[in-house]
């Protein structure tokens, strides 16, 4: 008997931000994969209006048919696919006809800020004295 193979393993994670949202794609992305993107997309677009789409495919390990349908349509409505790991250059530049050494490796725009908003907080705390902060919580 031979031993079956299962399908690998997909993930995204949404993110969004001011001027942009972003999936982070991770794993191989089969038909069911590309489906539940777009179901994802379709949802998340009405939120997102006016903002950038990017997606991250630095995590990708493979991409079939209907994967690469719906990179290349959201590639063609604007949405900006970045990759830094070559597997996934590679993949990119067969989707999009760009050069593997002109791929994106990062995003024009970012998504992720709580970060941001945690150390400008931070930065506060230490700029103002203590009592003013100590009245401003209460």
Do not use: C
């Amino acid at each position: 008997m031979l031993p079956t193979k299962t399908a690998p393993e997909f993930r995204y994670y949404m993110h969004d931000g001011a001027n942009a949202f972003s999936f982070e794609l991770a794993g191989t992305i089969t038909d069911a994969a590309a489906r539940e993107l777009e179901q994802a997309w379709k949802t998340a677009s009405s939120a997102a209006l006016g903002q950038s789409l990017i997606v991250d495919l630095n995590y990708v390990t493979g991409v079939d048919a209907a994967g690469r349908e719906i990179l290349r349509r959201w590639y063609d409505d604007g949405a900006q696919l970045v990759a830094k790991r070559p597997l996934a250059r590679s993949i990119v530049a067969s989707i999009t006809g760009q050069a593997f050494e002109v791929v994106a490796d990062s995003a024009l725009r970012r998504t992720w800020r709580p970060l941001h908003a945690f150390l400008a907080s931070i930065l506060f705390m230490l700029t103002v004295p203590a009592p003013a902060v100590a009245q401003f919580l209460h």
